[in-house]
């Protein structure tokens, strides 16, 4: 789950015609589709969803969880991945929000509670508080450090500049990387756990 990053329909927002996480220069690219590979290696029967929930960080006051999520929290998955903050507004209401960040999770795990949720925070920097927020629930990690590098975004390589301000391939695969070693602690924890 997650905002433009995670994935974008084409025409979503701004000039994009791709189907996948902007700006990846191709599907096979975005981080949603290279971790689906590193699942789908350590079990073949793996089968991952995206979800664009950007709607929930714009209009965090009206969105509504069975609209937009019922059928995703329906499947009952094992894990669901977070990644949002991009598009949190400035001087958003740091108590609302909190708020409502607790009962998407509470929403998310109804009939399912025992299903495991990893945040990732923002790739921008300046999105502290939305992950100050994040981290108090789940398993955190905060991207920022990631787009502290200009070499990461994909700058030149489309003609929108706010295509351009996402991560371009080279970012999406540390993005990957660095979730990866996340999910794959997580693993580790979890497997000690049940021994």
């Given at each position: 789950?997650?905002?433009?990053?995670?994935?974008?329909?084409?025409?979503?927002?701004?000039?994009?015609?791709?189907?996948?996480?902007?700006?990846?220069?191709?599907?096979?690219?975005?981080?949603?589709?290279?971790?689906?590979?590193?699942?789908?290696?350590?079990?073949?029967?793996?089968?991952?969803?995206?979800?664009?929930?950007?709607?929930?960080?714009?209009?965090?006051?009206?969105?509504?969880?069975?609209?937009?999520?019922?059928?995703?929290?329906?499947?009952?998955?094992?894990?669901?991945?977070?990644?949002?903050?991009?598009?949190?507004?400035?001087?958003?209401?740091?108590?609302?929000?909190?708020?409502?960040?607790?009962?998407?999770?509470?929403?998310?795990?109804?009939?399912?509670?025992?299903?495991?949720?990893?945040?990732?925070?923002?790739?921008?920097?300046?999105?502290?508080?939305?992950?100050?927020?994040?981290?108090?629930?789940?398993?955190?990690?905060?991207?920022?450090?990631?787009?502290?590098?200009?070499?990461?975004?994909?700058w030149g390589t489309f003609p929108d500049s706010t295509v351009q301000a996402h991560p371009g391939n080279k970012g999406m695969k540390a993005i990957s990387t660095m979730m990866w070693r996340g999910i794959d602690s997580l693993r580790q924890t979890l497997d000690a756990r049940d021994k």
């Amino acid at each position: 789950m997650g905002n433009s990053l995670t994935f974008a329909p084409p025409g979503h927002t701004h000039v994009w015609d791709g189907y996948w996480g902007m700006a990846a220069t191709v599907q096979d690219s975005d981080y949603v589709h290279i971790l689906t590979r590193k699942f789908v290696a350590l079990n073949p029967g793996c089968v991952t969803a995206v979800q664009n929930t950007s709607e929930f960080e714009i209009h965090t006051s009206v969105y509504d969880f069975d609209t937009e999520l019922k059928s995703y929290r329906d499947n009952k998955p094992d894990l669901i991945i977070i990644q949002m903050g991009e598009e949190v507004a400035a001087g958003f209401d740091r108590a609302y929000f909190n708020q409502r960040y607790a009962e998407l999770l509470a929403y998310l795990r109804t009939g399912n509670p025992k299903v495991e949720i990893f945040a990732f925070g923002s790739f921008w920097t300046g999105r502290s508080a939305v992950d100050s927020i994040m981290r108090h629930y789940t398993p955190f990690i905060s991207l920022s450090n990631l787009g502290r590098d200009r070499s990461n975004y994909a700058w030149g390589t489309f003609p929108d500049s706010t295509v351009q301000a996402h991560p371009g391939n080279k970012g999406m695969k540390a993005i990957s990387t660095m979730m990866w070693r996340g999910i794959d602690s997580l693993r580790q924890t979890l497997d000690a756990r049940d021994k």
